[in-house]
């Protein structure tokens, strides 16, 4: 059963750079969709992007796009979220999750194995 570790979150201020990574062990993730999700206080869990198992189709919530790039490195079994121009809005807890499906729908229930998360905070 694969576990999923996500790191790379910290304290920043607006308009500066963070790039999460999860790092998955107990089973290859390479045939695997992945996707991003945060989860903010107070606030239901919402999509932020997701990418095919080979890294070739991606999908962005529409916040998102333009500032958040998903990536991948099979050879190292780890997903990569960056992201630029970092907003206060921007402050959640951000989960890294395997699609069941294999499809980069944004559906929250397609998703499985999840991490702990990383907090984001950006300050103003």
């Known amino acids: 059963q694969v576990q999923l570790v996500e790191s790379g979150g910290g304290l920043v201020q607006a308009g500066d750079s963070l790039r999460l990574s999860c790092a998955a062990s107990g089973s290859t993730i390479s045939r695997s969709a992945m996707g991003w999700f945060r989860q903010a206080p107070g606030k239901e869990r919402e999509f932020v992007a997701s990418?095919?198992?080979?890294?070739?189709?991606?999908h962005y919530a529409d916040s998102m796009k333009g500032r958040f790039t998903i990536s991948r490195d099979n050879a190292k079994n780890t997903a990569y979220l960056q992201m630029n121009s970092l907003k206060p809005e921007d402050t959640a807890v951000y989960y890294c999750?395997?699609?069941?499906?294999?499809?980069?729908?944004?559906?929250?229930?397609?998703?499985?194995?999840w991490g702990q998360g990383t907090q984001v905070t950006v300050s103003s």
């Open positions: 990418i095919s198992w080979s890294g070739s189709n991606v």
């Open positions: 999750a395997v699609n069941l499906y294999g499809s980069l729908r944004d559906r929250t229930s397609e998703y499985g194995y």
